[in-house]
């Protein structure tokens, strides 16, 4: 079965410094996709970014961009230029055509003013 | 723009009542899925549903548990006779799936259920 691990439960930045949250995944698929979920106090999940196993360009979105390792397992995600709203869970996720979404067990990030 | 909606936000329950948690996908979108979160835990599959019937389903989702579509928009779970350990917040979610079966679903607010 796929999995997702998270190994870093909690991290914490200063407001406009950058971060990196880390992620690898298992599976024996080649065609999948991975995501970043956000999870603020207001408990919805909120998609930050995706990302297509078949595409070797790493995603942006404005202040969130990942490093995608398809050999490596590895999908982290960095913010830069953290802001206060950007405190929340992250979830790490995982796709593929035969299986649904596979979530990690998050990271709780702390922007400190 | 579109986006999943939920009602209600917080539902309280006695044990071994019936639950109908209630959502409505994005308008245009084919798949719709429910997860949990318990508090502090990490989100699970529970159900996805594509054409009118169950697609796929985890091991969570019991006799317990059925989702419908009553009509063209919402999308329902029901728990017939909920325990205290389904208290947790449940996210309904939704995919276009035009082009195939990999798409990014989108989630709503979620329902945090409470199990008295």
């Known amino acids: 079965a796929q999995t997702v691990t998270q190994s870093q439960p909690e991290m914490s930045v200063q407001e406009a410094e950058t971060v990196t949250l880390s992620c690898t995944y298992d599976t024996s698929e080649n065609n999948y996709y991975l995501f970043w979920y956000k999870q603020p106090p207001s408990r919805q999940m909120i998609l930050v970014i995706r990302?297509?196993?078949?595409?070797?360009q790493n995603a942006t979105e404005n202040r969130f961009s990942v490093n995608f390792q398809k050999a490596a397992k590895s999908f982290s995600l960095k913010i830069s230029d953290s802001q206060l709203g950007d405190t929340a869970m992250y979830f790490c996720?995982?796709?593929?055509?035969?299986?649904?979404?596979?979530f990690g067990k998050g990271t709780r990030l702390s922007v400190i003013a | 723009e579109p986006e999943v909606t939920q009602t209600p936000s917080h539902q309280v329950t006695q044990m071994g009542q019936e639950v109908i948690l209630r959502c409505v996908p994005i308008?245009?979108?084919?798949?719709f899925y429910w997860y949990r979160q318990i508090l502090g835990q990490k989100v699970e599959f529970l159900v996805s549903?594509?054409?009118?019937?169950?697609?796929?389903k985890s091991e969570i989702f019991d006799d317990q548990f059925s989702v419908e579509r009553p009509d063209g928009s919402n999308f329902t779970l029901k728990i017939r006779s909920t325990k205290l350990e389904d208290s947790a917040m449940y996210f309904c979610a939704s995919a276009r799936l035009a082009g195939g079966p990999l798409d990014t679903q989108y989630f709503g607010p979620g329902t945090r259920l409470t199990v008295l």
């Open positions: 990302q297509e196993a078949y595409k070797q």
């Open positions: 308008s245009n979108h084919l798949y």
């Open positions: 996720a995982f796709m593929d055509r035969n299986t649904p979404l596979v």
């Open positions: 549903f594509y054409n009118n019937e169950i697609s796929e």
